[in-house]
């Protein structure tokens, strides 16, 4: 038989802790706060001994409706439920909330307890009976069979585990070791004297002692120094066990419950996720940027949603806008409360941890979307067709929650080996064809400019990609089109060609600034003797980026030549002497102080010289050689 967690759900002072102790002997309220007060805050857990020895794992959730987050909380990997409705009080609000949580979470296998069977007659019973199949008129607990039990007949809760081991033996078979990958949601962490940091949780595949895991979000590799398991010690666990460990790497004040540890390469910390909701019902579908609270995992967090798509039917896709990264999977499962008063939404199911802002009602997003929600038959080429760009085979399995490897893609997909880039063939080839169009205009309206800046290709085409990938990509993409050269791309054979125009407003510039040899002029001076000055314009930031003219202060041009001379002037001074002052360098281009000065100071910006101020007869100061 596998192992199976089992958990206890129901409204406050329905006799889930007095149940977990008839059926373990163990009592789950341990807090000191839980004894004064006779209901359980935290998750408690117990062991479950079946017939032929193995241990299954009981969870005991609280009732009370302002700890619903530690419900959620003790759900996270629950196959079995023993359902609290006890006989003296009836369906009562917790109830009701219970079920629908669970409902949502997708936790389907169980078993209704009546609790305090004692305090009621045979009718009342009866009543409740018919109540509760009324109650759960829906396909959800259905199957449940209903077991009375009371705390003044103990026989009635051997009858109880009895029927436990029943049903579970149903769903054993069910249960599989599907994790390829470990995952552990943490519930609890504590730091007990000379022992170190403790975390425990509910495991998902196996791991061993000695074994490194990344502890999220903070992204910090922690080792196994031992595992528990009810107290006792192994050195493995596997799926669907109540575990404790000590790790190294990390002290327990960095870690807090909602934290995971995991070998899984697809976890992310994320802000923006793309989700599918369903509402539990038509009142309790949230506005546009509705502030939310999300429980996922045994973690609780805050943020907004926005919506993808019009309210059409009870699945709607949206987007959670968290206040902070958080560490999900595709597949996770969450319920979402409102805010303010901790109502309850509805459930989600992540889709993307790789969510982009994009606007609503988007048909291609939608498109994707769709293809998430049906993963398990998806066509990888038909996913990147419509995904209508780029993607690394490291974000593709984020996204699929998978573990493909670049020997998995048909011909329909074209690999960037060295960069691990996938993009279906025809995508790629509409993607050349834009850029191609989109360059060959650029490069009509501007004749005298090289071409266009990769950032400003990456913010058209890739804004959502990083500058690595973008580059890699682009370099493929050139291979017989494109050139890229210093950052610019153009069309393989352009090259500019001056007008008999252009040529005339180009000397016309240079002669202007040769007229004013080491002094050059300010921009606007040089503009005031152009009639046309767009054309103007456009030879003169040609010739920068020529370098025929250079800026050496705040728009203030110079030939390069003369730029160059006066560093060759410089650079001999220095060859005898270790500092220059303004003066002597005034003197060296024989020309003002206001010149020497805009050159010195250039020098010194462009580490060239270094400035240094003394006193002597008042501040002065001079230049020391430092890069020439």
């Known amino acids: 038989m596998n192992n199976i967690i089992i958990g206890t759900a129901g409204h406050i002072d329905h006799g889930k802790t007095t149940l977990v102790k008839y059926l373990t002997d163990v009592n789950t309220d341990t807090m000191k706060e839980e004894k004064e007060r006779g209901m359980t805050i935290d998750l408690g857990f117990a062991p479950l001994i079946t017939p032929d020895g193995q241990i299954f794992s009981i969870i005991d959730v609280p009732g009370h409706e302002k700890f619903i987050k530690n419900m959620v909380a003790g759900a996270k990997g629950i196959d079995f439920v023993l359902f609290l409705i006890a006989c003296d009080d009836g369906i009562m609000p917790q109830t009701i909330e219970h079920k629908e949580i669970l409902k949502l979470l997708g936790i389907q296998h169980g078993i209704i307890v009546l609790s305090k069977r ?53 769903i054993a078979k069910t249960i599989s070791e599907k994790n390829k990958f470990f995952r552990l949601d943490i519930d609890k962490v504590y730091s007990p004297k000379g022992v170190g940091t403790i975390v425990s949780g509910t495991s998902e595949g196996t791991i061993s002692k000695g074994d490194f895991l990344t502890l999220y979000p903070h992204k910090i590799q922690v080792r196994i120094k031992a595992i528990q398991t009810h107290g006792k010690s192994v050195d493995t666990i596997v799926s669907h066990q109540r575990c404790a460990f000590n790790i190294s790497g990390v002290t327990a004040k960095e870690i807090e419950r909602g934290n995971v540890l995991t070998n899984h390469p697809a976890l992310l ?38 919506y993808l798509q019009d309210c059409i039917d009870k699945n709607i896709f949206f987007q959670l806008i968290m206040d902070r990264e958080i560490p999900v999977n595709f597949g996770d499962i969450g319920i979402l409360r409102s805010l303010g008063n901790s109502t309850l939404l509805g459930g989600i199911r992540i889709l993307n941890t790789l969510a982009v802002p994009t606007k609503k009602n988007n048909p291609s997003y939608l498109k994707k979307l769709d293809f998430l929600l049906n993963k398990d038959c998806i066509d990888i080429s038909d996913y990147l067709l419509h995904k209508n760009s780029f993607i690394t085979l ?235």
């Open 394 to 628: 490291t974000e593709l399995n984020q996204e699929l929650n998978h573990s493909y490897n670049l020997n998995n893609f048909n011909e329909n997909i074209l690999i960037i080996k060295e960069s691990e880039i996938l993009i279906h063939k025809d995508i790629f080839l509409l993607i050349k064809n834009d850029i191609l169009k989109y360059i060959t205009i650029f490069h009509e309206k501007n004749p005298l400019k090289k071409g266009i800046p990769i950032a400003t290709l990456k913010s058209k085409f890739f804004l959502n990609h990083s500058i690595k990938t973008f580059n890699d990509f682009l370099i493929f993409l050139s291979k017989d089109t494109f050139k890229i050269k210093d950052g610019i791309i153009s069309l393989l054979d352009f090259k500019i060609k001056l007008s008999k125009e252009d040529k005339i407003i180009k000397d016309e510039i240079l002669v202007l600034l040769k007229q004013n040899s080491f002094k050059g002029l300010n921009f606007n001076k040089i503009e005031d003797n152009f009639i046309d000055k767009n054309r103007f314009k456009n030879i003169f930031f040609y010739l920068i980026s020529e370098e025929l003219i250079l800026e050496i202060s705040n728009n203030r041009f110079v030939l390069k030549g003369f730029y160059k001379e006066a560093l060759k002037r410089l650079s001999s001074f220095f060859i005898s002497n270790s500092q220059i002052t303004l003066s002597e360098f005034r003197d060296i281009l024989e020309s003002n102080r206001e010149t020497a000065l805009i050159y010195l100071e250039h020098f010194n910006g462009t580490y060239i010289t270094k400035k240094i101020l003394v006193e002597n007869k008042g501040k002065s100061c001079f230049y020391i050689n430092k890069g020439l």
């Open 118 to 170: 004692d305090l009621v007659s045979s009718e009342k019973v009866e009543e409740l009976k018919k109540e509760i199949s009324s109650f759960f008129d829906d396909n959800f607990f259905k199957s449940f069979p209903i077991v009375e039990v009371s705390n003044k007949d103990e026989h009635s809760y051997r009858i109880l585990y009895n029927k436990i081991i029943e049903e579970t033996s149903k």
């Open 269 to 306: 910390n994320s802000r923006l996720i793309d989700v599918l909701f369903t509402p539990l019902n038509n009142e309790t579908i949230p506005k546009n940027n509705t502030k939310i609270r999300l429980n996922i995992g045994t973690g609780e967090y805050y943020g907004k949603i926005k």
